[in-house]
C-alpha cells in the first residue's frame, strides 16, 4: 500500500536496526484519515471471503480492526491482553510471549462473541515474529472459527513470522513489507 | 443520546449493583456503527471548541476516540497503561487508581503528541469514580493544553465522579447517566 510505505517512510523513526516506532500516526497518535484508507485497502484484499467479524488484540489493534470493520460492515471483537475480573469465566485463552517485554501474557477473548459460524479477518498493526497472531491463531482453532483473512499493516520481513504464516498457507496480506531498515533508511519488499 | 440507553437497556448486563457489563457492544465486541452514531453525536456537542486532539486511555477508549476523532478530523492521541519500553523517555505521567482491580496504575502520553498549542476533547467509555479521567486531565495540565471538552459514554450516576467533575465547572457530557441499576433494570438519569 503505496500511501502507507511513504508514511512510514516520512514519519516512522528507526531506532537501532530492530524497533520501528510508527507512534506518530499508527500507535499512540493515531491519523484516522490513515486509518479509513487502510480500512478500504483490507476490504480490497478481503471483500469476497464472506467475513463475519473482525479481531485483533488490544491495544494498538483496535483502531485499525475499527476502521476495517466498519468497510466490511461487521463487529470488531478484541482480545484482551489479561483475565479481566469482569470478562467471565466462559473465555478463550491462548499464551503469547512478548519479545519487546521478554515474559508471556495471556489473552483472552468471550466465547459469546466468536464461535465455529464465524469467519474473521485477524488485523493487528505489527507482524515480526508472530507470537501475537499465533494467539489469536489459536483463539480461532479453539472457536472453531474460520480465518477468512489476516491483514498486517506493517511486517518485519527480516524477521520469520510472517513468511512462516505464508509457508503454512494462511491467507496473509500485508500492507507493507520492510525488508530491512537501519537509521539511515528502509527498505520495502516490492509485492 | 436515546440510540445508546436503548441499547444499554437491550444489551447490557447488570451484575450486583456496581457491575455493568456493555461487553456485546461497546468494549469487547464492538458494534462500529453505534460507535459511528456516538462519534456524531460527540462533534454535535463540541464542535465549536476548536478541538484539535481527541484523548483517550487505551484499551477501551481507543474505539469511541477514533469514532469521534474522524467526525473532527483531528488525531487520537491514547494514554498507554504502562511504561513501554518503546514509548521513550519525554512522556508525560499520571496515577490511576483501578478500583476493578484495587491498584494503582501509571497513564503515559509522549509529550509529542500534545502541547500548549492544543484543544482537547477527552473520551472514555465509563466514568465511575473519575480516577482515570482524573489521570487524563492531569496529563493534560502537565502539556498546558486546554480541555475543550469531556465526552463520556456511560456516566455511573450513583458514583461521585460525574458530579464532582461538573461541580469543578468542567464540559463534561455523558450520552448516558446511569441513575440506579439492578439485575431488574436500569434507570437513566433525565437529560
Chains 1, 2 share one sequence.
Do not use: W
Not at 484482551?80 to 469465566?89: D, E, F, H, Q, V
Not at 494467539?135 to 480465518?147: D, Y
Request: one cysteine or more.
Amino acid at each position: 500500500m503505496k500511501l502507507l510505505e511513504e508514511r512510514i517512510a516520512r514519519d516512522g523513526r528507526v531506532i537501532g536496526t530492530e524497533i520501528l516506532k510508527v507512534d506518530s500516526f499508527l500507535n499512540h497518535q493515531i491519523d484516522v484519515q490513515l486509518l479509513d484508507e487502510i480500512g478500504k485497502e483490507l476490504y480490497r484484499l478481503f471483500k469476497d471471503k464472506q467475513i463475519t467479524k473482525v479481531i485483533t488484540i488490544e491495544a494498538s489493534g483496535i483502531a485499525i480492526a475499527c476502521a476495517a470493520a466498519r468497510v466490511f460492515g461487521v463487529p470488531v471483537v478484541f482480545a484482551k491482553k489479561a483475565r479481566s475480573l469482569n470478562i467471565g469465566k466462559d473465555t478463550y485463552t491462548a499464551k503469547v510471549h512478548s519479545f519487546t517485554y521478554d515474559s508471556d501474557y495471556d489473552i483472552t477473548m468471550s466465547q459469546s462473541y466468536l464461535s465455529a459460524d464465524d469467519t474473521v479477518l485477524i488485523v493487528d498493526d505489527f507482524l515480526a515474529n508472530g507470537a501475537a497472531l499465533r494467539g489469536l491463531l489459536s483463539i480461532c482453532e479453539q472457536a472453531g472459527a474460520k480465518v477468512g483473512g489476516i491483514g498486517i499493516c506493517i511486517e518485519k520481513g527480516f524477521q520469520p513470522g510472517g513468511d512462516e504464516m505464508r509457508a503454512k498457507g494462511l491467507p496473509l496480506e500485508s500492507l507493507a513489507i520492510i525488508e530491512s531498515m537501519s537509521e539511515e533508511g528502509i527498505t520495502f519488499r516490492k509485492q
